[in-house]
């Protein structure tokens, strides 16, 4: 789906990863590529859901725009970040 730059799991305040990230691609022509390949398939046996970052500008846009940032949800508890 294209080079990742950034993968940001936010944790709750027991310090567990909640069940999102956010992702940064290297390139902007990679999100809308990443996005329909990737959206509805099964990680660790459940599906993900792709979709912009909730309250960015570009969450009511159509899917197919270009952007670097978005959110992956349902993301597994035992996902880590690479940083």
């Keep these: ?9 936010p944790k709750d ?3 567990k990863p ?4 956010f992702v940064n691609f ?3 022509v990679s999100v809308p590529y ?3 390949l990737l959206n509805g398939i099964k990680l ?3 599906p993900i859901k792709i979709q912009f970052r909730s ?3 570009h969450a009511s846009q159509d899917a197919s725009l270009s952007y670097p940032q978005h959110h992956v949800g ?3 508890p035992t996902s880590t970040s690479p940083s």
């Design 1 to 9: 789906a294209g080079p990742v730059i950034k993968v940001k799991i």
């Design 13 to 15: 305040k027991d310090g």
């Design 18 to 21: 909640k069940q999102f990230a």
């Design 26 to 28: 290297k390139h902007e």
């Design 34 to 36: 990443a996005m329909n």
């Design 44 to 46: 660790f046996g459940r």
């Design 55 to 57: 309250g960015s500008s």
């Design 74 to 76: 349902n993301s597994s």
